[in-house]
């Protein structure tokens, strides 16, 4: 645990350390963008733009993405598609989207045939061109034995320790846990339980889709990988 000034000393440096990313992918996304236009595919070209978590900065106690708040659920995704697609240029959508939608909506802009079932994710398409198609009940996000299900106003967060319920509509920072005010907790059952609920469902789904990918083949395939590319996961997070 780093504490007092060391703290806030990791704090600054952890800051001016993404500071420094953020701008070195800047100039790279350039860079990149040039090679596309040099080679006269910009213009046909589908580019998205997004993350598969946020960063931690202190706002609960907490540094790196280790847990289930918004600075690290919430990410950008910002598509630009080809010309052939400008109707959906400039728009954007305030419905519950996440990156399991990314692979979808891809397929479909490229017109490529794909079974939705196979896909948790739903294309986008559909909300960019206004049919009001899309629906989803809540967002769902886990991480290790913490669980996250947000619906409308409410989120909540969850584990075998400890409940977190919050109106992410008035306190969008997550500060006030609803279920510390034992006066309305008799109020809130109801709400808990309707999200427990649709994340016992979710889970069930994982599992199920997890089981029907898996198969002996998989499970007994070896990957052998080099000292370089090890130490790159270890540094990331990925292999202890």
Not at 3 to 9: C, T, Y
Request: proline content about 3%.
């Amino acid at each position: 645990m780093v504490q007092g000034n060391a703290r806030l000393k990791f704090f600054k440096d952890s800051r001016g350390l993404i500071c420094d990313e953020i701008k070195y992918v800047d100039t790279e996304i350039e860079i990149f963008f040039n090679k596309l236009k040099e080679l006269d595919i910009f213009e046909n070209s589908i580019i998205i733009f997004s993350s598969d978590h946020g960063e931690a900065f202190n706002e609960h106690d907490s540094f790196s993405h280790r847990n289930l708040y918004d600075e690290i659920l919430r990410v950008p995704l910002i598509i630009r598609f080809p010309q052939t697609l400008q109707r959906y240029y400039r728009k954007s959508v305030d419905d519950p989207v996440g990156i399991i939608d990314v692979v979808p909506t891809i397929l479909d802009s490229c017109k490529i045939p794909y079974y939705p079932n196979h896909f948790q994710g739903t294309s986008l398409l559909s909300l960019l061109s206004e049919k009001k198609s899309f629906s989803r009940k809540y967002t769902f996000s886990e991480h290790i034995h913490v669980k996250a299900i947000a619906i409308l106003r409410f989120k909540l967060i969850t584990s075998k320790k400890t409940k977190r319920l919050y109106d992410i509509i008035y306190d969008p920072g997550e500060t006030n846990n609803l279920f510390k005010n034992k006066i309305e907790e008799n109020s809130l059952i109801a709400i808990y339980d309707k999200l427990k609920s649709h994340i016992k469902t979710q889970v069930n789904e994982n599992e199920g889709n997890l089981e029907r990918v898996s198969d002996k083949e998989f499970e007994n395939r070896k990957i052998n990988l080099d000292n370089k590319t090890i130490e790159r996961m270890r540094t990331l997070g990925y292999v202890q």
